[in-house]
């Protein structure tokens, strides 16, 4: 590695050309201010609007679900939506939105269903190789959830629709760009009471009904944007969001016997962004991109007795607050000289803080300084080869960690770390219809305050003094064109992780500590495919193999990433307003305990949508899991079983 860390860097030392390019404003309905990309040779997947719709995917985590090796884990212990990129969780692939991270301070988490996607035009993803202007802990890859922007002088967009399990859906949302000006706002509800299960699922004396209990979810937003755009290179945007979350926590209902019921509900789940987006022309060549941003969340979980969900007296009841916040900017430089050069600087802050306390006890608090710098350069050395490297450095700084030891409050003793992280890819264009691409990325994720400093209930030791894990990445792939009707990409991909933060078990008599002792590896292959059939007619597939392998300590399994996963779309136009759309989804057995002792089983499903529009109004009918199979991605947690929901939109815009 230490050979790409010397050639990326004399590769950037050495370029002379630098500068940003001259773009023009783009007036489509996609936030150009919140891409984050890698203009002209992007190594990203991406989820588009229109895909969204498609599917009535609505939330962030059934979206994500759509891209080839991303493996979406549902309910659980926490009810979260979370999901695995290439066999890495959301700590190591951090969540953004129009760039602006926004995962939770302290445990870097994030649940990706609260996200709805109301107001989203697209979501990139990013995988092993994603740009260095993301910043620190992008060691899996990175998810950007790209905001819309109004196109037309008025436009207003709005949805209305009910589905199983007594819920109901409403959004509409206003926009106007007027000269050098434009302004957005929108409102958006989604709502459940309960959550159906499958007349396959067999009740018992916890669940003695197809209603499933405390699965209720309740989930509103606002936001509202503003926008100058004085000249065709310059930009300037104020945004703001604010949402309001309610959900229950269904109990456990699988064999195991160590594996403890929880009664828990959480009240609210709250999160509000405000952030500043830029572009300015600084010269002939060259523009300036910042990001300022406050992001706070904020959530109450409540841990009962029982499911009466009434009384907390016995030693596991509890009343929790987490108060996070985070302070933080980026300023992005591009410079281009000539058509064969773009380099690109950045340096970023990042302020974390996290309070926390039960019912009754004094409160603890956390903060974390991150300081970034990178470099990244896009080199077109031919008309076929193009090489991107590009260096980093990151400095994580505690400020402050508490801690509660009998009813008193101390000080953890102050820590720090560092990493550098180097990446290179190479871009080969054989003719006008294949390209090969290769890439090597060293990257690294920081321990996060839970890695850290958490007791987790008593059962275990901080250790603040956690290092940084690192991973090599390598992606070899290919995209081929044929018949201009066929496009089918296959890749190879591998990480090597050092330093794997792991539990280390018996560290003071029966409790555990969070260690720098692991190395790993994940491997795999993706292929997909895009067939235009006829000109009513496309088909989808993306096949996923992914193999985790725990090389020090073989017994501790990975957890929640099947080995297989296969998706199939199909989308028919048999007439010019009607479309039909389906969707197949498999994937095989996973691990869900890593000791292997809780296991959830294959399974597929089957979603249909059939959709028509009527001028400005479309209607949309859909039936998820037609074949109601009775299905769990968490042993113990079963998933929701047929179910149906009907929508209208409507679109004006003038």
């Known amino acids: 590695m230490k050979e790409i860390k010397l050639l990326a860097l004399l590769l950037i030392v050495l370029q002379i050309n630098v500068n940003a390019q001259n773009d023009s404003v783009s007036f489509s309905n996609i936030n150009k201010l919140g891409e984050v990309v890698i203009e002209e040779a992007k190594l990203s997947d991406e989820v588009i609007i229109n895909t969204i719709q498609a599917f009535n995917l ?59 996607t109301y107001d989203v035009s697209r979501i990139d993803v990013s995988k092993g190789y994603s740009s260095i202007m993301y910043g620190a ?12 922007k109004p196109t037309h002088k008025f436009e207003l967009n709005s949805k209305l629709g009910v589905m199983s399990g007594r819920g109901y859906e409403a959004s509409v949302s206003a ?174 802050l990042k302020n974390d803080n996290h309070s926390e306390y039960n019912e009754g006890d004094p409160k603890i608090n956390f903060a974390d300084n991150t300081y970034f710098i990178g470099f990244e350069d896009i080199f077109q050395l031919t008309q076929k080869i193009k090489l991107i490297p590009g260096i980093a450095y990151t400095y994580r700084q505690s400020l402050m960690a508490q801690e509660l030891v009998n009813g008193e409050i101390s000080d953890y003793p102050y820590n720090y770390n560092d990493a550098f992280n180097a990446q290179l890819a190479t871009f080969y264009k054989l003719n006008s219809n294949i390209e090969l691409h290769a890439t090597i990325a060293e990257k690294s994720r920081y321990a996060t305050m839970k890695d850290r400093y958490s007791y987790k209930l008593g059962r275990a030791i901080p250790n603040p003094d956690l290092k940084s894990e690192t991973s090599t990445n390598i992606e070899l792939g290919t995209s081929v064109y044929l018949f201009k009707k066929l496009k089918f990409e296959p890749v190879y991909f591998y990480s090597h992780l050092q ?24 491997q795999g292959a993706e292929f997909s495919m ?40 199909l989308m028919i136009n048999p007439f010019k307003d009607l479309q039909i759309n ?73």
């Open 582 to 654: 389906l969707l197949a989804e498999f994937n095989s057995d996973r691990d869900n305990a890593s000791d292997g002792s809780r296991v959830s089983k294959s399974f597929y499903v089957l979603n249909a949508q059939l959709s028509y529009q009527f001028k400005s109004l479309k209607a949309e009918f859909g039936i998820n899991n037609l074949m109601d199979n009775n299905y769990t991605i968490q042993e113990g947690y079963p998933e929701m079983g047929r179910n149906l929901y009907f929508a209208l939109f409507f679109r004006l815009n003038k």
């Open 530 to 569: 895009i067939y235009q059939i006829l000109k009513q007619v496309q088909l989808q597939m993306a096949y996923a193999y992914i193999q985790r392998k725990n090389l020090s300590n073989p017994d501790i399994l990975f957890t929640d990433v099947p080995d297989h996963k296969f998706l199939t779309t």
């Open 58 to 116: 609505k939330d962030a985590a059934d979206a994500l679900n759509l891209t080839p090796s991303i493996s979406l884990t549902t309910g659980g212990a926490r009810n979260e939506s979370v999901i695995y990129l290439r066999g890495f969780d959301l700590r190591s692939v951090p969540v953004f939105i129009d760039g602006v991270p926004v995962y939770v301070p302290y445990d870097g988490y994030v649940d990706l269903s609260r996200f709805t």
């Open 499 to 522: 330093n794997t933060i792991q539990q280390v078990s018996n560290v003071e008599e029966d409790k555990y500590q969070m260690q720098n002792t692991g190395s790993s590896e994940f």
């Open 175 to 348: 926009g106007s760009r007027l000269g050098k000006f434009f302004v957005q706002g929108g409102f958006s509800i989604l709502s459940r009471e309960f959550m159906p299960l499958s007349a396959d699922f067999d009740t018992s004396a916890l669940e003695t009904d197809y209603r499933r209990d405390q699965s209720y979810r309740k989930d509103w937003k606002a936001h509202f944007k503003l926008g100058y755009t004085p000249n065709k290179s310059d930009e300037y945007s104020l945004n703001y969001s604010y949402s309001h979350g309610s959900k229950g926590n269904p109990i456990y209902l699988g064999d195991d016997p160590y594996t403890k019921i929880r009664y828990w509900d959480w009240p609210y789940w709250d999160k509000q962004s405000v952030y500043l987006l830029s572009k300015t022309k600084i010269s002939k060549n060259s523009n300036l991109q910042t990001r300022w941003y406050f992001d706070q969340f904020k959530n109450k979980l409540e841990s009962f007795d029982d499911n009466t969900y009434s009384t907390q007296n016995k030693p596991y009841a509890f009343t929790s607050f987490y108060d996070d916040y985070t302070l933080g900017g980026n300023v992005l430089w591009l410079s281009q000289w000539n058509e064969n050069n773009l380099f690109k600087a950045t340096i970023q």
């Open 137 to 148: 802990n992008t060691i899996g890859g990175a998810i950007n959830l790209i905001s819309q």
